[in-house]
């Protein structure tokens, strides 16, 4: 089946540095999704990317459609204390009615 | 704008009891509705969904069952809860065109 595998699992910053993240898979994907999730919280839609190569912004948060379409990269510039939580890719499967998630990659930011 | 709401966010129960989450979209019509389950704050596994009234899907053989008895109304229920039923469950309704999925707020359950 598809599976994304998500890099890396955890990460410890400090206030102020950049951040990347990345998502790949064995399968070509048509839509990748970037979502955030803080504690307790459900995931909040960050970014969507449809077409391959396409570089999308969100304010300090910068993602990128891989050309071969296996791929993707979240970046977070100049973090802050806000930016902690768990930051999941995602994709649909072959139905589109369903979402493959990649496992999260928990982000703090020490000050 | 479309909303989801999902309640409660919190419940604990005792082992053997009956549970019932329920979940409700607005400003949308013909949602596909989902269900997931969401272990040790990683890992979103799909329990239900459903893309229309009466119609569920299950992913994965459990102790738990989902109905939609209206177009924007998802329950999730149990007869009788396990300790493994513990976790964090979360509602999300999307459209197949677009895609993404919006997810409500979250349940955490604990099963005692």
């Known amino acids: 089946g598809q599976q994304l595998n998500q890099s890396p699992q955890s990460m410890f910053i400090q206030e102020g540095e950049d951040v990347s993240m990345n998502c790949t898979s064995s399968?070509?994907?048509?839509?990748w999704l970037w979502y955030k999730q803080e504690p307790g919280e459900g995931p909040v839609l960050l970014i969507a990317?449809?077409?391959?190569?396409e570089l999308t912004s969100n304010g300090r948060l910068t993602a990128q459609f891989g050309i071969t379409r296996k791929d993707s990269f979240l970046n977070i510039s100049a973090s802050i204390p806000s930016d902690v939580g768990i930051y999941f890719c995602?994709?649909?499967?072959?139905?589109?009615?369903?979402?493959?998630f990649g496992s999260g990659t928990q982000l703090t930011v020490l000050p | 704008s479309q909303t989801i709401h999902q309640w409660p966010a919190t419940l604990v129960q005792p082992v053997g009891s009956p549970l019932s989450l329920e979940c409700t979209v607005e400003?949308?019509?013909?949602?596909?509705l989902y269900w997931y389950r969401q272990a040790a704050g990683r890992g979103l596994q799909l329990l239900f969904y459903?893309?229309?009234?009466?119609?569920i899907s299950s992913e994965v053989p459990q102790n738990l069952s989902a109905s939609r008895p209206q177009d924007r109304q998802f329950i999730l229920s149990s007869k009788k809860l396990l300790l493994s039923d513990s976790g964090f469950y979360l509602c999300?309704?999307?459209?197949?065109?677009?895609?993404?999925?919006?997810f409500g707020s979250g349940t955490q359950l604990s099963v005692l």
């Open positions: 999300a309704w999307g459209t197949g065109a677009q895609e993404k999925l919006f």
């Open positions: 399968s070509i994907f048509n839509t």
């Open positions: 990317l449809y077409k391959a190569g």
């Open positions: 995602a994709g649909p499967m072959r139905s589109a009615r369903q979402l493959t």
């Open positions: 400003g949308t019509s013909n949602p596909n």
């Open positions: 459903s893309v229309g009234i009466g119609q």
